[in-house]
């Protein structure tokens, strides 16, 4: 079955540096990596995803590649802000209804002031 | 979005006792719903997935008579956890698809934190 790795497991940076987190995957049939970002003792909301047709997807301070062949997808945010600091999840999934999602293990992330 | 609820948010309950925990969608026809478990800083961990009209699909390792799950509507999940042990202390995440969605997206419920005494 798919097995999602994620990393780093903690990352803290600075207030308006930027922050990566990179995924691999290992089920090349996997075509749609959502990211999650979950704050404490909350549900985790979707924050950007991106399909297997899509090298890059960006949405304001957020970013996600994609590269197929080597299996991983990576989410950038820049210009942090304190508000983002949670924990984001990455997942990776075969097609839209009624196939599982593998979730990352997680990056915490800080942004110090 | 999509909106997913669930019930309680948060429950204690003595060792030996049953808890269950429910799933709405509350816009939507859910035909499958997904549990998940996230022990404290850990990831999200499929338990299951429930089927309107049919028997839950358990993940390997997970105990299907510890964990009822019944879906007998198109719009309500319920997770019973029975004979609750301190080691199930968790928090108890539903999730379900829009079918009217086509962006694969997963919707989550609040989720339910459950403290076994």
């Known amino acids: 079955g798919e097995n999602v790795e994620q990393h780093p497991s903690t990352l803290s940076v600075q207030e308006g540096d930027s922050a990566v987190i990179k995924c691999t995957y290992s089920?090349?049939?996997?075509?749609?990596f959502p990211w999650y970002k979950q704050e404490l003792g909350k549900r985790p909301q979707l924050i950007i995803d991106i399909r297997s047709n899509v090298g890059e997807k960006k949405d304001q301070r957020i970013a996600v590649t994609l590269n197929k062949t080597a299996k991983h997808f990576s989410l950038h945010i820049t210009e942090t802000q304190p508000e983002d600091s949670a924990v984001y999840f990455c997942a990776a999934s075969m097609g839209n209804y009624g196939q599982n999602f593998v979730f990352g293990p997680g990056t915490r992330l800080s942004v110090l002031p | 979005g999509a909106v997913v609820s669930q019930h309680p948010s948060w429950v204690i309950c003595k060792s030996g006792t049953s808890v269950k925990i429910e799933c709405r969608s509350l816009?939507?026809?859910?035909?499958?719903m997904f549990w998940y478990r996230q022990f404290p800083k850990q990831s999200l961990m499929l338990m299951a997935t429930?089927?309107?009209?049919?028997?839950?699909?358990?993940e390997q390792g997970v105990e299907k008579d510890k964990f009822l799950i019944n879906h007998a509507s198109l719009t309500l999940s319920t997770l019973t956890v029975t004979s609750a042990h301190p080691e199930d202390s968790s928090f108890y995440i539903c999730s379900a698809r829009s079918p009217g969605d086509n962006t694969g997206e997963l919707f989550f419920g609040e989720g339910s934190r459950l403290t076994v005494l």
């Open positions: 429930s089927n309107e009209g049919s028997k839950a699909t358990y």
């Open positions: 816009d939507f026809q859910a035909t499958t």
């Open positions: 089920d090349s049939a996997s075509n749609y």
